[in-house]
């Protein structure tokens, strides 16, 4: 009998790292997203509650390839010097379903999540936007800073955080992705200014007054996958439009969506998909805020595993 374990090929982050650049990770999402693929069709996930924290089994089929993320989120790990999510990625051979590879999926999950983001603010940004505030002082904030600077040249960057020996540590990190850019820890207050907006944390409750975004920014809110928690002002969603990765998992997952709904702030019809997005079906509306809004799906990172691999 073949050694299964013996013949997979095990990509660690250092080979995540120098095999897929930012921009390359960018510009595969929305590649797939442009030829037509539509984030409906993804496979369910499932998430679990366990002692301790949720584990998430994420299984994707596209393009002739399949693979499964096994991720845990453990809420207690950033104040134990780990991240918060940990994952690792079985890529499987598309015809015979035989497991390929093993990724590191923490390193993925770092790589794709903010290359969904920036694939989207690309779209939806204005142009000339480059006064950047990211809410969360953690991996995601910091790999934030590294795609949008691989799609608009940025000015400013204000990271804000609770803890100032974190937020002085992200900064620093921060720089080495934008160093035009002036990047420094800011506050509530710089909302105003900012024409681009991102929202790491694990907040359960909103940042931010909707009446502090300007009507030419954009808002990305990637923080939480839970439907009891929501970074964003309802009253934010609805005076925006609003784009998230799949109406399905709008509806069960995105607690930011789901509670502007609830406060019938915002209407379940019109939330515009990535699909519609990228394929022209809805233009970007800039006579009023844009709020992006994702949760993770298992499409992204099997894109991101075959270019690794």
């Known amino acids: 009998m073949p050694d299964v374990i013996a013949d997979l090929t095990l990509v660690p982050a250092s080979a995540i790292a120098d095999r897929v650049s930012m921009t ?8 797939v997203l442009r030829g037509g693929f539509d984030p409906e069709e993804d496979l369910p996930r499932a998430v679990l509650d366990v002692p301790n924290g949720q584990l998430l089994l994420m299984p994707a089929a596209a393009g002739g390839a399949a693979g499964q993320k096994f991720a845990t989120v453990a809420p207690g790990n950033p104040s134990r010097g780990l991240e918060r999510i940990q994952a690792l990625y079985m890529l499987l051979d598309g015809e015979t379903l035989a497991p390929t590879a093993i990724l590191d999926g923490t390193a993925l ?13 690309d779209l939806l940004a204005e142009p000339d936007a480059g006064d950047l505030v990211v809410f ?4 995601q904030a910091v790999r934030h800073v590294e795609a949008i600077a691989a799609i ?5 960057v204000r990271l804000i955080g609770r803890d100032e ?3 002085a540590a992200a900064v620093d990190a921060a720089r080495a992705f934008a160093p035009q ?3 420094t820890a800011g506050s ?6 900012a024409d681009l907006i991102v929202c790491a944390t694990t907040a359960t409750d909103p940042l931010f007054a909707s009446g502090s975004v300007r009507d030419d920014a954009v808002v990305v809110a990637i923080g939480s996958h839970e ?5 964003l002002d309802p009253a934010l969603l609805g005076r925006s439009q609003v784009v998230v990765e799949s109406r399905r998992v709008a509806r069960t997952e995105a607690g930011d969506v789901m509670r502007a709904v609830a406060a019938g702030e915002l209407r379940e019809q019109d939330v515009v998909s990535m699909h519609e997005l990228f394929t022209g079906l809805v233009p970007a509306d800039r006579t009023r805020p844009r709020v992006f809004k994702t949760c993770g799906m298992g499409w992204q990172d099997l894109i991101i595993a075959r270019l690794a691999v």
Do not use: F, M
Request: charged share 20%; aromatic share 0%.
């Open 109 to 121: 999950t770092a790589l794709r999540t903010p290359a969904v983001s920036a694939a989207g603010l």
């Open 152 to 156: 608009r040249p940025l000015r400013t």
């Open 24 to 31: 390359s990770a960018i510009a595969a999402i929305a590649q």
């Open 165 to 167: 020996r974190r937020c």
């Open 227 to 231: 439907s009891d928690k929501s970074e």
């Open 181 to 183: 850019a002036v990047v």
């Open 188 to 193: 509530v207050s710089d909302v105003a200014a």
């Open 136 to 139: 969360g002082t953690g991996p």
